[in-house]
């Protein structure tokens, strides 16, 4: 069973442009969230999508915003990038319907440079 | 909304000795509370996870304590293998589907 995957794995950008990341759930797996990690501030959440809806938001700008499609995948996008958006970012599917928890499955993460 | 604090940041044991390592979440509501270990360049795996209605959970050379009144759960990890080297995260889930990760702790296991 392919696990999760996310493209790109690495990628530089410059102050002021902006970016998209994709990620491919589980098969089956109709939850996808996304995490930001940077070394100083552990994981945080950033959004959950469920079956092409936003369920859950964390306290991130307006500048990160994400979808789901039809499939189950997800992109996510940052705007006007911030030297503090380097990251590395992180995507988790999970099975996750109607049941409070599920294991999360995360995918080995988008690691994002800003110059 | 939810806090979880994650003590220590690192940690270093003699291979075979115990590890462990505390959390402590700050809403009462929360009822789900698992622990990722995340190897060099990959992302973070599910090892273990226990749901407020329960007070301890055991697999093999790990273990999660939970104590609901005090609000901290903890993860035991006996005779340790140089594999066990990794970051560890403890996490709580709010009623509200959200899962809150604590900061981490780096683990290294010394041969």
């Known amino acids: 069973k392919a696990g999760v995957t996310q493209t790109p794995r690495y990628l530089i950008k410059t102050r002021g442009q902006q970016v998209t990341l994709s990620c491919s759930p589980i098969s089956g797996h109709r939850s996808v969230s996304w995490y930001q990690q940077t070394p100083g501030q552990g994981l945080q959440f950033l959004f959950e999508?469920?079956?092409?809806?936003?369920?859950n938001k964390g306290n991130f700008p307006g500048r990160f915003s994400g979808r789901q499609f039809s499939n189950s995948r997800s992109e996510m996008n940052v705007s006007t990038l911030e030297l503090g958006d380097s990251a590395l970012y992180l995507c988790a599917s999970s099975w996750r319907g109607d049941a409070n928890t599920g294991e999360l499955f995360f995918g080995e993460g988008s690691r994002l440079t800003v110059l | 909304g939810e806090n979880v604090e994650q003590h220590p940041s690192t940690l270093s044991v003699q291979e075979g000795d115990s590890a462990v390592i505390k959390c402590t979440y700050s809403d009462s509501a929360s009822n789900y509370f698992p622990w990722y270990k995340q190897e060099l360049g990959k992302g973070p795996q599910l090892i273990i996870d226990i749901r407020s209605n329960v007070g301890e959970k055991k697999d093999q050379r790990i273990a999660v304590t939970l104590n609901k009144t005090a609000k901290h759960f903890s993860l035991h990890i006996t005779e340790t293998q140089p594999e066990d080297s990794a970051v560890y995260f403890c996490?709580?889930?709010?009623?509200?589907?959200?899962?809150?990760f604590g900061g981490g702790t780096r683990v290294l296991v010394k041969p």
């Open positions: 999508y469920f079956s092409e809806t936003q369920r």
């Open positions: 996490a709580a889930q709010t009623a509200g589907n959200k899962l809150t």
